[in-house]
């Protein structure tokens, strides 16, 4: 849309169309400068996340966004809930998109 409104942009007498071109080409640069700096970093941090959530086991130690430190017991996968054990006789359920990471067991 924006590149046909710079193309129809009324140009004066002493002005040529490469103004217009090299503002498209620098447009088409910062939306490629944007891309490799912030959005494919930001979706490449997001797959290993989803991988680190799918290969969780019960059994295994967490920590959610929230800050609780738990225990898995179980998940129910259809709903993408994950139960948490925290202390005795204490079960949490969470999303399981809410694990922040796996604690490494010492």
Do not use: C
Not at 16 to 35: E, N
Not at 80 to 93: F, R, S, W, Y
């Amino acid at each position: 849309m924006l590149f046909f409104i710079l193309l129809m942009a009324p140009q004066t007498e002493g002005q040529s169309g490469g103004g217009t071109s090299m503002m498209l080409i620098m447009m088409v640069a910062i939306f490629a400068i944007m891309y490799f700096l912030m959005i494919r970093p930001q979706q490449k941090k997001q797959k290993q996340h989803q991988q680190m959530i799918a290969a969780l086991q019960k059994g295994d130690k967490v920590v959610t966004a929230g800050g609780i430190y738990g225990v898995i017991q179980g998940a129910r996968e259809k709903d993408g809930v994950t139960i948490l054990k925290v202390a005795d006789n204490v079960k949490i359920e969470i999303s399981s998109s809410s694990i922040a990471r796996k604690v490494e067991q010492e």
